[in-house]
Each structure stands twice: as structure tokens, then as C-alpha cells.
């Protein structure tokens, strides 16, 4: 059943009521226009309209409350579907990165990496420092959301990211000066091809 209908039968069912109120009392004042005194007549028809009033009142403060009920528990939900219709009013790209914005963490994030490669190459015997700095390329391209089309590029660059990672964690306590040329060497190749795949995103 509707909330419309309970509503109409709630309002018939408090007219029945009230209705019946009224003719109860006036029949409990049983009063006769014809041989009882005016003032008694008179008196008799007020008390029955206090007792309608009354009744009138407590009909209008249940369904007040009804009413205030009803908003209560429907305004969550009414909030929560406007704010899903304005989340897809206002378009899917809610919360993701732009072109521009996924081109400029990855360029930050290659402008880290090769500040730690250089690191690197300089201090030789504290590679675990150019590590750390190099670990800080992930801060940016970590909260990246990244479009649809998107999502392939990201995912290949961040395997990249990671190769470099790892190579520059290997330099870590590496004593043989050609595996050390060789893990610089691969990081600058890998950084290389980063950065020729994020010029293709430029626009």
C-alpha cells in the first residue's frame, strides 16, 4: 500500500473518529431545544465544541508528527541520491586526473629519479641515501586516478617505476664498480623510455 493511501486513510479514520466524538457528547448532554432552558442548551453545544477542538488537536498533532517523521527518515536518502545525481551531473571525471596533471606528477617524478641517479653517480659510497631520495618519486604518482585512457600508460610507468626502484636498491653495498656503471646505466635507459612515453601524452 502507498504512503498516499495510508495517509487518506488515516485523515478518513480521524473525521470517523472526531465525527463520532461530537455525536457521543451531544448525545451525552441529551439535551432538547424545545423544553430545556437556552443557557442550558447553550452551554451543552460549547462543551461539545470543546471536546471536537480537543479532539481536532490531537488529530493535527499526530499527524504532524507523522509528517516529521517521514522527513527524518527521507532526507538521508533524498541527500544521498542528489548527491549521486549531481556526482554524474557533474561528470565521471570527478576525482581524476586530468591530461596535464598525470604529465606533470610523472615529469616531478622523472625530475626525482634523476636527481637521485646524479646522487648516485657523485657519492659513491652512500647509495642508500640516493635510494631513499629515489623513493621519493612515488608521492605524486602514487595519488594519481588516472583516466581510462589513461590507465595503460600508468600502469607501464609505474612498472618502470619500479624497475629503477629496484636497481637503485641494488647499488646498495654493490662493490664491483661495473655493476654499479651497469645498474646506473639501466636506470638512465628505463628513465629514457619514461620520459619519450610521457612526451606522447603531451597535448
Known amino acids: 500500500m502507498s504512503t498516499n493511501t495510508l495517509?487518506?486513510?488515516?485523515v478518513l479514520g480521524l473525521g470517523a473518529l472526531?465525527?463520532?466524538?461530537?455525536?457521543a457528547a451531544l448525545g451525552l448532554f441529551a439535551v432538547d431545544t424545545k423544553?430545556?432552558?437556552?443557557?442550558?442548551?447553550?452551554?451543552?453545544?460549547?462543551?461539545v465544541g470543546v471536546i471536537v477542538?480537543?479532539?481536532?488537536?490531537?488529530?493535527?498533532?499526530?499527524?504532524s508528527a507523522d509528517i516529521r517523521a517521514r522527513v527524518a527518515v527521507n532526507a538521508p536518502t533524498a541527500l544521498t541520491a542528489l548527491g549521486r545525481r549531481s556526482a554524474v551531473q557533474g561528470g565521471v571525471s570527478a576525482g581524476v586526473s586530468d591530461t596535464t596533471e598525470f604529465v606533470a606528477a610523472w615529469h616531478d617524478a622523472l625530475d626525482v629519479l634523476r636527481g637521485a641517479l646524479k646522487?648516485?653517480?657523485?657519492?659513491v659510497d652512500d647509495q642508500l641515501t640516493a635510494w631513499l631520495d629515489a623513493c621519493a618519486s612515488t608521492h605524486r604518482t602514487a595519488q594519481l586516478q588516472p583516466a581510462e585512457e589513461q590507465r595503460a600508460m600508468h600502469a607501464r610507468l609505474q612498472a618502470s617505476q619500479r624497475l629503477?626502484?629496484?636497481r637503485f636498491e641494488s647499488?646498495?653495498?654493490e662493490e664491483d664498480a661495473r655493476a654499479r656503471m651497469r645498474s646506473r646505466a639501466e636506470i638512465?635507459?628505463?628513465l629514457e623510455a619514461m620520459d619519450r612515453s610521457i612526451h606522447l601524452l603531451k597535448v
Open 171 to 173: 647499488l646498495i653495498g
Open 119 to 123: 646522487e648516485s653517480e657523485q657519492y
Open 188 to 190: 638512465a635507459y628505463v
Open 164 to 166: 629503477v626502484l629496484g
Open 7 to 10: 495517509n487518506v486513510t488515516r
Open 53 to 63: 477542538a480537543a479532539a481536532l488537536l490531537t488529530a493535527a498533532i499526530i499527524v
Open 18 to 23: 472526531i465525527t463520532g466524538t461530537g455525536a
Open 35 to 47: 423544553t430545556d432552558a437556552a443557557s442550558v442548551v447553550v452551554a451543552a453545544y460549547a462543551s
